[in-house]
């Protein structure tokens, strides 16, 4: 049973739009949540990261969400560029701090 | 970029065969961590290290063994391979002096056992 979910596997959207990156979770022990991007043949490399005692975080071009109550996040990339097509992980940290647990992945691709 | 090292990058085996493994790290840092990743499912969590010959099991643990001898390299054997463990692995390192610090990747093993 997959604790952290993305249900998108795949979203094209066209450069200089918004790109929103979905991620649903069902542990409500989860007290950190994570973005990871992911280029073929690289490992992932970490996007932003947001508390959950917080709503928002926010890093130059990407927002990250967090709506506790629905256990929901999502991840906003704005303006998309063609250099975000990429595969992006959303992940949570137990509240022991030792395992992360990873959703399956959505394949972002921004269109020039 | 993270000091982190994996080797093999690629490599095809036999089915029954043991394989190896290995990640190095040039950061001192006290964590290591073991993923694969598959289709459909993300990362999942195979084994992680808290220091020097401290180990667990993480979601994905059967069939898998690891060892750490010193700080910066962490092996994971796979004892008699499988067609199910055919996958890419990741080794991930994390400081442990600040709490939920992002984990940092290697590149990835290729692993193709036939």
């Known amino acids: 049973d997959q604790q952290v979910k993305q249900n998108s596997p795949s979203l094209s959207v066209q450069e200089g739009r918004i790109s929103i990156l979905n991620c649903d979770y069902t542990?409500?022990?989860?007290?950190?949540f994570l973005w990871y991007k992911k280029y073929p043949a690289e490992g992932p490399t970490f996007l932003i990261s947001?508390?959950?005692?917080?709503d928002k975080n926010e890093d130059g071009r990407f927002t990250v969400f967090l709506n506790k109550s629905a256990k929901h996040l999502s991840l906003h990339i704005v303006p998309s560029q063609p250099g975000d097509s990429a595969v992006y992980f959303c992940?949570?940290?137990?509240?022991?701090?030792?395992?992360?647990?990873f959703g399956g992945g959505t394949r972002l691709m921004v269109k020039p | 970029d993270a000091g982190i090292t994996q080797s093999p990058r690629h490599k095809v085996t036999e089915t029954g065969t043991p394989v190896t493994l290995r990640c190095h790290q040039t950061?001192?840092?006290?964590?290591m961590y073991w993923y694969r990743q598959d289709p459909g499912h993300g990362l999942r969590l195979i084994h992680y290290?808290?220091?020097?010959?401290?180990?667990d099991k993480g979601e994905v643990s059967d069939g898998y063994s690891v060892s750490r001898s010193k700080t910066e390299d962490f092996l994971l054997t796979l004892e008699s391979a499988t067609s199910s463990q055919t996958s890419v692995y990741f080794c991930?390192?994390?400081?442990?002096?600040?709490?939920?610090?992002?984990?940092?990747f290697g590149d990835g093993t290729r692993l193709s056992i036939l």
């Open positions: 991930a390192i994390r400081d442990s002096t600040v709490s939920n610090q992002p984990q940092h």
């Open positions: 947001i508390s959950s005692i917080k």
């Open positions: 992940a949570a940290w137990n509240n022991a701090g030792n395992m992360l647990t």
């Open positions: 290290s808290y220091g020097v010959k401290d180990t």
């Open positions: 542990n409500s022990m989860f007290d950190y």
């Open positions: 950061e001192n840092h006290r964590y």
